[in-house]
T-cell receptor, first 116, second 114 residues
Framework: DTGVSQNPRHKITKRGQNVTFRCDPISEHNRLYWYRQTLGQGPEFLTY??????LEKSRLLSDRFSAERPKGSFSTLEIQRTEQGDSAMYLC????WGWGETEKLFFGSGTQLSVL | QKEVEQNSGPLSVPEGAIASLNCTYSDRGSQSFFWYRQYSGKSPELIMFIYSNGDKEDGRFTAQLNKASQYVSLLIRDSQPSDSATYLCAALEDYGGSQGNLIFGKGTKLSVKP
């Protein structure tokens, strides 16, 4: 078990470009979460999946943001037409839901996005 | 708007002292609470969680929960310089009985001076 893996670690893009981030959760975990964190703030919830079902997506910041988890394993977060205000750390977390103490989220190292 | 409030600090304590970190939450439906430690430039790491009123101890860490006052705290005994980090308080959001994501506070920056 290597933990939650996120790629890339850093992404620099120009305003208006599309970007996609990938998250590989801990293998036996069935829930996967996406958060955004800006400097001096706590993580801000964006969306989450249980297996392949997206259970909450109303917190995605705009319709430029979308996420998928097609086979209930890895997930991707896409931001279309990036803006400078999208610059932040994007964190993925996973948890094992439904067995005992299961609300514990384990975070990946994050993807730092810089929009120029 | 469901919120978790924390004093952003910085909180400075001498090595060996007790560090006391506090947070309040607005969602009375929240039942589970978490403390994460985040070193600069790193991702959050879970250090404690608590579901029931009262105290929960794990090594040098004690989490305290008072649901009536909507108050959560974390005590760190025998503070070490390696404890210097930002501590994030989080509440598990309640969706009318079903449980979902964590709502995080802004974090309290702790500095332990040798």
């Amino acid at each position: 078990d290597t933990g939650v893996s996120q790629n890339p670690r850093h992404k620099i893009t120009k305003r208006g470009q599309n970007v996609t981030f990938r998250c590989d959760p801990i293998s036996e975990h069935n829930r996967l979460y996406w958060y955004r964190q800006t400097l001096g703030q706590g993580p801000e919830f964006l969306t989450y999946f249980q297996n392949e079902a997206q259970l909450e997506k109303s917190r995605l910041l705009s319709d430029r943001f979308s996420a998928e988890r097609p086979k209930g394993s890895f997930s991707t977060l896409e931001i279309q037409r990036t803006e400078q205000g999208d610059s932040a750390m994007y964190l993925c977390a996973s948890s094992l839901w439904g067995w005992g103490e299961t609300e514990k989220l384990f975070f990946g190292s994050g993807t730092q996005l810089s929009v120029l | 708007q469901k919120e978790v409030e924390q004093n952003s600090g910085p909180l400075s304590v001498p090595e060996g002292a007790i560090a006391s970190l506090n947070c309040t939450y607005s969602d009375r439906g929240s039942q589970s609470f978490f403390w994460y430690r985040q070193y600069s430039g790193k991702s959050p790491e879970l250090i404690m969680f608590i579901y029931s009123n009262g105290d929960k101890e794990d090594g040098r860490f004690t989490a305290q929960l008072n649901k009536a006052s909507q108050y959560v705290s974390l005590l760190i005994r025998d503070s070490q310089p390696s404890d210097s980090a930002t501590y994030l308080c989080a509440a598990l959001e309640d969706y009318g009985g079903s449980q979902g994501n964590l709502i995080f506070g802004k974090g309290t920056k702790l500095s332990v001076k040798p």
